[in-house]
């Protein structure tokens, strides 16, 4: 991980959120639950670090599934 990360480096969590397939709401439990990495500017900003943040979702090992934006079900599955 680099020493300083720059805010133009990060996304906000509906993008996370879209390259996984989980909800907005899913990533900010799961960074409020200290799952995901995340970085506060302020009272209300967080952003991600995207490959952080995909790789702690992996690192849990468990499949993770949510509606996608078409209401399929999306899977996230870790080779184990």
């Known amino acids: 991980m680099k020493a300083t990360k720059l805010k133009n480096?990060?996304?906000?969590a509906a993008k996370v959120g879209r390259q996984?397939?989980?909800s907005r709401h899913t990533i900010l439990r799961r960074a409020k639950q200290g799952l995901i990495p995340s970085y506060r500017f302020?009272?209300?900003?967080i952003r991600f670090d995207p490959d952080e943040a995909v790789e702690a979702?992996?690192?849990t090992g468990?499949?993770?599934q949510e509606a996608g934006p078409e209401g399929d079900p999306?899977?996230?599955?870790?080779d184990q």
């Not at 480096?9 to 906000?12: E, G, K, Q």
């Not at 999306?74 to 870790?78: E, L, Y």
């Open 9 to 12: 480096d990060l996304v906000s």
């Open 20 to 22: 996984t397939g989980l």
């Open 42 to 45: 302020g009272r209300n900003l």
């Open 62 to 64: 468990q499949q993770q």
């Open 74 to 78: 999306t899977v996230i599955a870790v």
């Open 57 to 59: 979702l992996l690192a």
